[in-house]
DNA sequence: GTCTATAGCCTGATAGAC
DNA sequence: GTCTATCAGGCTATAGAC
C-alpha cells in the first residue's frame, strides 16, 4: 500500500478507504463517509467502483502483491557466508515495513474475519500463507545444500518461521512490548543451526 | 464457552450469539436474526440484554475467563523430570481445546479487530497475552531453577512461546496443513535446551 | 465525471398490551 | 417474560440532470 501521491480520484477512493477501513472496519465504513472524506458525492464513487465489495476487494489485491515472499527474500542472494545473519536482517525487514504502515495489520484482521465466511478471501489468505512457507522452505533446502543449514523437516521449521513472523506482526500491532528481534533471531538460529 | 444443555432463554441468547457472530460476524448478525433463531422475539432479547453490544460484551468476558494460562498449565506439577515432555503436552492440550471449539477462532478474530477500536477489547486482549506470556516466564524460571531449563532470556522465551501457541491457532483455523505437534515440541525443546 | 434527490431495505431499539 | 407493532435513522445503490 502506500501511493505515494494522490492524483486521480481513483486513487483519493483508495486511499482514503484503505485508511477509514483500516480506523473504523468495512461495515462501519459507508459510502457516504468515504465521498464525503474526499470530498465528492457518494455516486462520484459509485462511477468509479460498482460496489463496496469492489473497492475491498481490489484493495485486497494490492496488499497481497505487496506482501510476497519475494518482495523480501532473493534466495539467489543467500551464499554460505551470510545466510543466517542475511536471514534474520531480511525477516526484521518485513517486521520493519510492517512498522511503517500503521493501518496493515488492522486491515488485514478484518480480511481474516472475513476469509472465515467467504471462500474469495480465504483462498488468497491461504495462497499468501503458502507462499512464505514455500518460499522458505526453498530457502532452508538452499541452506541445506549449501551445508550452512543443518539437514532435517525443512518443511515445519519453514512453517515455524512464517508462523513467527505472523506471530510478530500480530504483537506489535497491539503495542505488546517484546525484543521481536531477539524473537526472531533465536528462532533462525535454533533452525539453521539445528537445535 | 460451551454451555451444556441450554435451559435458561439466556443461555440460549448466548450461545445461539455465539455461533452466528462466529459465522456470519457482529454486524451482519441483526437483533431480529438472533431472536427468529431462538424462536422468540426481538423484545424478548432485549428484555434479557440492553443491547446487542452488551450480548458481545458478555460472551468476550466467558471466551476471556475461559482461555487463562492456569487452566492449561499448573506450574507446581512440573518436576525435573517431566518439565520438558509436560510443557510439550499441555501446550498440545490447548490447540486441541481450539479444534473442539470451531467458533473460538472466528469469533476471537472479530474481538481483536474490535480490540484496535475500542479499548475496552484491546485491554482485555493485552491482559490475556500478557497472562499466558507471564505465566511461560514463571513456569520456565521455575524450570531453570530445577536445573531443566537453560538459563537464558527467559522473558523473550515466554513471548516466543506465547507467539506459537498464538500463531498455531491461527495456522489452524485457516485449515493449514501444519505438523503443529511438531513445530510446538521443536520450540519447546529448542527453548528448554538452550539453542 | 460529478451532481441532487430518492428509492428501498434493514437496523437497533422501544411502547404498550398480555 | 414475552408479544405485536412501530419508529427513526442509516445503509447500498441508482435515476436522471449537467
Redesign the interface.
Known sequence: MKTSTTSTTYEAILETAYRLF????F??TSMAIIAKEIGISKPALYYHFKSKEAIIDVLFDEICKSITFANFFSIEQYSKDNFEEKLIVDGLSIIQSQTEDEYYS?IM??Y??L???NPKY?QK??ES??GFTTGFHELLRHGVSLRVVKDG?T???A??LT??I???D??M????Q??YD??WA??V??IV?G?
Open positions: 483500516a480506523e473504523h472496519g461495515d462501519k488492522r484482521h478484518q481474516q474475519a476469509g472465515y465466511r480465504m489468505l491461504i500463507l503458502d523437516d518443511l515445519a521449521h512453517q515455524m508462523m513467527i505472523d506471530g510478530i500480530n504483537f500491532t497491539y503495542g505488546f517484546c525484543r531477539k524473537i533465536k528462532t538460529k535454533s543451526r537445535e
